[in-house]
Structure formats: structure tokens, C-alpha cells
């Protein structure tokens, strides 16, 4: 038997054999579901949902007890006007989770590895904004039941207490997604980490979440009141209390919108884009 012929009979035996099996077909679903799985059980085996319960705790005992008493004797009750920050504050650390997350796989060569494969472009960053928001809904109902053990209540009824949670998380997948480009091409998941942080800290003292804008210099007011955090605030305040109009929400959404705009673009380049 010539070598030709031995090739030939090998093919014929290999195609013989794979007969029986079906067709194989690519589900972007699929793909999705399975690297979406892969990090939510890596949270939890490594801990990080207990870290997405325990940050919130920390938040609230650290922020509500040092001031309660101040903000008293000023007739403001503090667990209904400090709640927005501490959700706000939740929701940044879900994007610095994002951002660690997306840097450590571009770093990795994981991120580079999925492009050779059969995926679809997208898969990766859909999947670790999907994990990002299982996160963000586990830190939220930690920071509501916490919220609720100081007193904070929604007393705007169940509709605005929806569109509160509703708005909290889209704030914090916008975020998320922003995070996450910068994770893709910065890959130093340690200096971005610190890099998010700054900012973070610098808009949220600087913003009306903490005190009113009266207890700030009159020069810095006009920057407290109008930057994104501060307006988020509002919002989430009036939710939770009054319940939210028009005048009061369409800023917010602008913000978030604005947000939006310019993330979600620069995500799918970075993330179809090849090293």
C-alpha cells in the first residue's frame, strides 16, 4: 500500500467515524452563557460577592455614624439623605471591579486568546458586564437592607423604589462599561485600580451626597450642585423620599446618557480590536 493510498484510507475511516455526530453550530448565546458563568463562579469562589456585601456595610458604618448626629441638629435625617452616596459609592467600586477584571484578562493573553477562537466579538465584554451586574445587584441588596437597619425607608412607594434600583444599576453599568475599556488597554490591573480611585474620592466629597450645598464655599458651589454625582443624588433622594420629577431627573438622565454615549463606542473598539 502506497503512502497516497493510506492517507486516502484514514480520511475515509476518520470521516466514516464523525458521521454520526451532528453538525457542529456556533451560538454567540451559548458562548455568552458560559463565560458569563465562568466569572460569577469565580466570584464566588474566590470571595468577591462576600467582598460586593461587606463593602456596603463599610460604607454605611462609615459614612452615616460620623455625621448623624451633626446633621440632627440641623433637622436633616441623615440615613434618608446619606443612602444615595452610599449606593453611588457601591456602584463605583462594581466598575473598579470591572476595570481590574478586564485588565487582568487583556494581561493574561486571555482577552488575545478569545479572538482566535470562534467567538463572537462582543462575547467577552458582554460577559463581563453581565457578571459585573450580578455584582452590582448583589452590592445593592446589601446596601438596601444595611440602609434600612439605619433607618433609611422608601417612603415614595414602590414604583419610585424600583425606578431607584433601576437607576442605580444603570448608573453603574455605564460606569462599568467605561471601566472596562480602560482595563482592556491599560492591562496593569494594580495602577488602574489606583488611577479610578482619585477621581472617584474627589467627586464624591465634592458633591452633595455627604452635606447639603450650603456647607460648602460659595465658590465651589456652583461645581458641587451641577457635577454628575451630585445630580445622581438628587435623584436617588427624591426616589426614595417624594418620589422624582421631571425637572429633577432629566439632568440625571443627561448625565447617564452623555455617559453612555461615549463609553459604549470606545468598549466595542477595544474590545474587537486586536493587539
Known amino acids: 500500500m502506497t503512502a497516497s493510498t493510506a ?3 484514514l480520511d475515509i475511516d476518520a470521516a466514516s467515524l464523525f458521521a454520526e455526530l451532528p453538525t457542529a ?4 448565546f451559548g458562548q455568552w452563557r458560559s463565560l458569563t458563568g465562568r466569572i460569577v463562579r469565580t466570584m464566588v469562589t474566590k470571595g468577591e460577592l462576600i467582598v460586593a456585601i461587606i463593602t456596603p456595610l463599610v460604607f454605611t458604618v462609615g459614612f452615616y455614624l460620623p455625621l448623624r448626629y451633626v446633621m440632627k441638629f440641623q433637622g436633616i435625617d441623615y440615613a434618608q439623605f446619606v443612602m444615595p452616596i452610599i449606593v453611588l459609592q457601591t456602584m463605583a467600586f462594581t466598575m473598579m471591579s470591572n476595570a481590574q477584571l478586564a485588565a487582568f484578562e487583556s494581561l493574561t493573553g486571555f482577552t488575545t486568546r478569545l479572538q482566535t477562537m470562534p467567538i463572537g466579538k462582543l462575547v467577552p ?3 463581563r458586564i453581565c457578571a459585573g451586574l450580578v455584582r452590582s ?3 445593592l441588596t446589601a446596601a438596601l437592607i444595611f440602609g434600612h437597619m439605619i433607618g433609611f425607608r422608601f417612603v415614595a412607594g414602590f414604583g419610585q423604589a424600583v425606578l431607584f ?3 442605580s444599576l444603570a448608573i453603574g453599568t455605564v460606569l462599568a462599561i467605561g471601566a472596562d475599556t480602560l482595563g482592556i488597554l491599560s492591562k496593569n490591573p494594580e495602577s488602574l485600580s489606583q488611577a479610578l480611585t482619585l477621581p472617584t474620592l474627589i467627586f464624591g466629597m465634592l458633591s452633595c451626597g455627604f452635606v447639603p450645598e450650603r456647607s460648602f464655599p460659595e465658590w465651589i458651589q456652583p461645581f458641587v450642585r451641577n457635577q454628575p454625582i ?3 443624588s438628587f435623584a436617588l433622594r427624591d426616589m426614595a423620599h417624594d418620589g422624582v420629577t421631571w425637572q429633577v431627573l432629566w439632568v440625571p438622565l443627561v448625565w447617564v446618557c452623555g455617559l453612555a454615549i461615549a463609553f459604549v463606542p470606545s468598549a466595542v473598539l477595544a ?3 486586536r493587539p
Open 25 to 28: 453550530r456556533r451560538s454567540s
Open 230 to 232: 451630585s445630580q445622581f
Open 271 to 273: 474590545s474587537v480590536r
Open 137 to 139: 445587584v448583589t452590592s
Open 125 to 127: 465584554f458582554t460577559a
Open 7 to 9: 492517507e486516502r484510507v
Open 165 to 167: 434600583c433601576v437607576f
